[in-house]
């Protein structure tokens, strides 16, 4: 994998934000992408396995988003 240079990373930012979007934008919602990927990543895997499910209940709890 190469490295960025400064006119590659320009050319992705303006292929992917078109004429719609901000730079920041852009780069908010391919970070949002990747975080739902993410989780649905981990869905699957605490959906198989007992423990995880309930060490992410109790971090829920913890953190006031589960009863």
Same mark, same amino acid.
């Given at each position: ?5 400064? #006119? ?8 992917? @934000? +078109? &004429?719609? /979007?901000? /730079?920041? #934008? ?7 992408? =990747?975080? !739902? #990927? *993410?989780?649905?990543?981990d869905? !699957? &895997?605490? &959906?198989d %396995?007992? %423990? %995880? *499910? ?5 971090? *829920? &709890?913890? =953190? +006031?988003? @589960? #009863?």
């Amino acid at each position: 994998m190469g490295t960025f240079t400064d #006119e590659p990373l320009e050319t992705a930012l303006r292929a992917l @934000s +078109g &004429r719609t /979007r901000s /730079r920041s #934008e852009t780069v908010r919602h391919a970070y949002k992408e =990747m975080l !739902v #990927e *993410q989780a649905a990543a981990d869905a !699957v &895997r605490l &959906r198989d %396995d007992a %423990d %995880d *499910q309930a060490e992410m209940l109790a971090i *829920q &709890r913890f =953190m +006031g988003v @589960s #009863e």
